[in-house]
């Protein structure tokens, strides 16, 4: 079955200091991963996706995150958090079995929290 | 700024009202989506329309009917809702050719609470 698993429910940070939040997947054939942020009382925000081609992809606002097919792995990195950055964030992965419509799988979401 | 907008941003309704949660974008995209989010856990997807289509419905029970008058609108019509149908519904689009793009734009959100 697929899946996506954040393994961290939180994770704190100061501000400054380099931030990773972590994902790993499990889907059958190549992966379409996404990162999504979420703020108190909005949606979601696209943040960076992984289709193809180089593993390091950037995203907006500073963020960016890393595929690694052999550890099934897309975590999430900014070298310097803000305390604006702290919210909700979501690692997903297209449904594979989703032919031309976005259907996601995602994770369970990981809080981050910023401190001054 | 989000670009799918969605109305209204909060609505309280009793078990035996009708209502109706509105969403509107002008991406030109052509699939668009409900999803239904409780608080601090992943939206979970309820319906997909494809060029105006209903493409997936995730067995979601009938008292949730959606609508998609034309590609820029998307109605969610809710009937003898349940406490429990009480959290935040987020509409969103994408282009209809998803292998180009992926993304998915969200709206901001209708919060539901049903008494």
């Known amino acids: 079955a ?3 698993a954040q393994p961290e429910d939180q ?9 990773t939040v ?23 925000q696209f943040l960076l996706k992984y289709i ?5 992809v950037k995203g907006s606002y500073g963020f960016e995150a890393e595929f690694n097919k052999s550890q099934t792995s897309f975590h999430l990195k900014k070298p310097s958090a803000l305390v604006s950055d702290s919210a909700l ?3 997903a992965v297209r449904d594979p079995g989703s032919s031309n419509t976005g259907k996601l799988i995602f994770g369970q979401g990981t809080t981050l929290q910023v401190k001054p | 700024d989000t670009e799918v907008t969605q109305t209204p941003k909060h ?18 995209h052509r699939a668009m989506y409900w999803y239904k989010q409780k608080a601090k856990k992943p939206p979970e997807l309820m319906f997909v329309y494809s060029y105006e289509k209903l493409s997936i419905n995730e ?29 935040l519904y987020l509409c969103a689009s994408s282009q209809g ?9 969200f709206g901001e959100g209708s919060r539901l609470t049903v008494l």
């Not at chain 1, 997947?25 to 979601?44: A, E, H, I, K, T």
């Not at chain 1, 193809?52 to 390091?56: A, C, E, H, P, V």
């Not at chain 2, 050719?97 to 993304?103: F, K, L, M, N, R």
Request: hydrophobic share 30%.
């Open chain 1, 52 to 56: 193809t081609g180089d593993n390091l």
């Open chain 2, 97 to 105: 050719s998803w292998v180009y793009t992926g993304e998915l734009f």
């Open chain 1, 2 to 4: 697929q899946s996506v």
């Open chain 2, 59 to 87: 067995s979601v029970p009938s008292r949730f009917s959606p609508e998609c008058p034309n590609s820029s609108l998307l109605n969610l019509h809710l009937h003898a809702l349940q406490p429990e149908d009480s959290a």
């Open chain 1, 89 to 91: 964030y979501f690692c």
């Open chain 1, 22 to 44: 972590k994902c790993t997947y499990s889907v059958s054939g190549n992966p379409y991963l996404f990162w999504y942020v979420q703020y108190p009382n909005r949606g979601l």
């Open chain 2, 11 to 28: 609505l309280v309704m009793g078990m035996t009202n009708k209502k109706s949660l509105k969403c509107e974008q002008h991406m030109g």
């Open chain 1, 11 to 19: 994770v704190n940070v100061a501000e400054g200091n380099p931030l």
